[in-house]
């Protein structure tokens, strides 16, 4: 069956390191995948989305990567802030197509210390 | 650019009452998907509604039901409540499948 895992041990760092999430997925060929964050208590907010045919997205301080044959995606925050302090959450597709059915890993808190 | 409106934002019922959560989409966006999200889980996809139609479902029961309106807000509705089904309910809205999707900030249902 289709799975998303994402590093369930929460990450903590210094202020002004680069945080590296990861997101591994299996038995999906997914068309794109999406990088939310969630504060606690408030809904998701979109980040970045990366396409199959993508291997890099930039967006300020953040870098997705999408690895399809290691099904993997790399989520970087570079010169971390404590104002990133949240729960990350990856998301695919549930096809190898585009329904709009999104699929969700468990998160991975990040923990920036000053 | 009011985004994704829940209401209510809390909500507390007992065991097998019904409930109907509430969804105003983002402006412009036509598509709702609704999403339950247990404590330290991440979300888990209900349905999804486009043009008053349910185009998508995941793994929930008959109990979970849902409507869109032509002003394309959204219902979600869950009959005979179990303890189970406490958890924090999201509403999302995109303008198109395949791009981010805007969530409301959710109803936290709790069922005693």
């Known amino acids: 069956s289709q799975k998303i895992e994402q590093n369930s041990e929460a990450l903590n760092i210094q202020e002004g390191k680069t945080a590296t999430l990861t997101c591994n997925y299996t038995n999906y060929s997914p068309a794109y995948l999406q990088w939310y964050r969630q504060d606690p208590g408030r809904g998701p907010v979109f980040l970045l989305l990366?396409?199959?045919?993508?291997k890099e997205k930039r967006k300020e301080r953040l870098k997705v990567t999408f690895d399809t044959t290691l099904k993997q995606s790399l989520f970087h925050i570079t010169a971390s802030q404590p104002a990133d302090s949240a729960t990350y959450l990856c998301?695919?597709?549930?096809?190898?197509?585009?329904?709009?059915?999104?699929?969700f890993g468990q998160g991975t808190t990040l923990q920036v210390k000053p | 650019d009011a985004g994704v409106t829940q209401s209510p934002t809390h909500l507390i019922k007992t065991r097998g009452q019904q409930v109907t959560l509430r969804c105003s989409p983002k402006?412009?966006?036509?598509?709702v998907s609704w999403y339950q999200q247990a404590l330290g889980q991440g979300p888990q996809f209900i349905f999804q509604y486009y043009e008053e139609e349910e185009r998508q479902r995941g793994n929930f029961p008959d109990r979970f039901s849902g409507h869109q309106f032509p002003n394309y807000s959204s219902e979600l509705n869950v009959n005979a409540l179990l303890l189970g089904d406490s958890a924090l309910y999201l509403c999302?809205?995109?303008?198109?499948?395949?791009?981010?999707?805007?969530f409301g900030s959710g109803t936290r249902l709790t069922v005693v």
């Open positions: 990366i396409r199959e045919n993508e």
């Open positions: 402006s412009g966006h036509d598509t």
């Open positions: 999302a809205s995109s303008l198109s499948i395949g791009s981010g999707y805007t």
């Open positions: 998301a695919l597709d549930s096809s190898s197509g585009n329904t709009g059915k999104l699929i």
